[in-house]
């Protein structure tokens, strides 16, 4: 039995998701016998996790976004002494980054969507209008434009032609001083989480968005998504799938679980879009959707990412 912190909500956008995810992993947490404190984490973060200290054996961290999910609370644990659960900075810091993420998955031969990044001193600097010509000389249409480290496909838009372009542009900026605009891959939208050290790979999941792109709205209301798992596709580009993922999350130095998410095209070519180091965790998310076809519950899910939760410091005489 440990003393286990459940670290939930947040400052990011994707603070009502955490919420919910929080609340799922802290009953787990319950019924696999821990003694469990949810913590609702606001704007004082720091003074939050400080009162912490001495008094938890763990923290469960089921914070998505920034402020949580990219690396800045896992700093703070690591100064605290406060073992946790999940990536450790470097890895966090590296996945929440989409252009950072690609340079690695570019490097470790793991197929990626091609992409050109914008900044808003280029804006600032030449205007919307001629970024968008740029960028849609480089990469024609339909393409894609995301803010570079948010999640939940917030502020992401997809564009036909120049006018939808900026446009996106312009709404992507509300949220991120740092755009990727990727070749929009037309095809199928896969997932393959990963769970634990000596690390399961869960059977690979489908996601069917009403929309075409599955966002914000398509990923929290129930009945705008239809998930396919094991997803009906050829052994051989499950395999793929997973051994991909596999690369992914070791390439990024991603610890406790993870998922990886892809765009398989109609030719059965795969292309990574991210990975996602503190995955939803109700019950309804993809990880524990994928962890039940291969015959583990919730709270085993739960328990073997605790099992995993430690200080990444101290670990092996490694940086972060
Ligand atoms: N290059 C792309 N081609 C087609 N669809 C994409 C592409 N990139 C993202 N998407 C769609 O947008 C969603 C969100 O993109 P993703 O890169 O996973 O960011 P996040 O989940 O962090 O918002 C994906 O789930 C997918 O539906
Ligand atoms: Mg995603």
Not at 12 to 26: D, I, P, Q, T, Y
Not at 155 to 171: M, V
Not at 215 to 222: F, L, P, V
Not at 277 to 306: D, R, W
Request: proline share 3%; glycine share 10%; charged share 25%.
């Amino acid at each position: 039995m440990s003393r286990v912190a459940v670290l939930m909500g947040g400052t990011s956008a994707e603070r009502e998701v955490s919420l919910r995810s929080g609340k799922a992993v802290s009953r787990a947490l319950r019924e696999l016998g821990h003694e469990v404190s949810d913590i609702d984490i606001g704007p004082e973060i720091v003074e939050q996790l400080a009162v912490l200290q001495g008094r938890i054996d763990v923290a469960f961290i089921v914070l998505h976004g920034r402020m949580g999910e990219d690396g800045t609370v896992q700093g703070v644990l690591e100064l605290l002494g406060i073992p946790y659960t999940g990536s450790g900075i470097m890895a966090s810091a590296m996945a929440i980054n989409k252009h950072m993420s690609k340079q690695i998955f570019r490097a470790n031969a793991i197929p990626v969507a091609e992409d050109v990044v914008v900044d808003t001193a280029e804006i600032a600097r030449v205007g919307t209008e001629k970024v968008a010509e740029g960028v849609s000389l480089d990469l024609g249409f339909p393409c894609i434009v995301k803010p570079n480290c948010e999640g939940s496909t917030v502020g992401a838009g997809r564009a036909r032609n120049r006018e939808e372009l900026e446009s996106a542009i312009e709404e992507a900026l509300e949220y991120d001083d740092l755009l990727i605009i990727e070749r929009y891959i037309e095809g199928r939208e896969m997932t393959v989480g990963i769970i634990g050290d000596e690390p399961v790979i869960l059977p690979v999941l489908e996601v069917v968005a009403s929309k075409g792109l599955y966002d914000y709205e398509c990923k929290y209301t129930k009945g705008m998504t239809e998930y396919i798992v094991p997803a009906l596709i050829p052994d051989e580009l499950s395999r793929e799938l997973q051994r991909l993922s596999l690369r992914a999350h070791f390439a990024l130095d991603c610890e406790g679980f993870s998922r990886i998410d892809f765009m398989v095209d109609a030719e059965g070519n795969s292309f990574c879009l991210e990975a996602n180091t503190i995955p939803g965790m109700t019950e309804l998310s993809l990880i524990p959707k994928a962890a039940a076809a291969a015959g583990l519950s919730f709270e085993q899910v739960v328990g073997m990412v605790l099992e995993t939760a430690r200080l990444k410091i101290s670990r092996n005489k490694r940086c972060y």
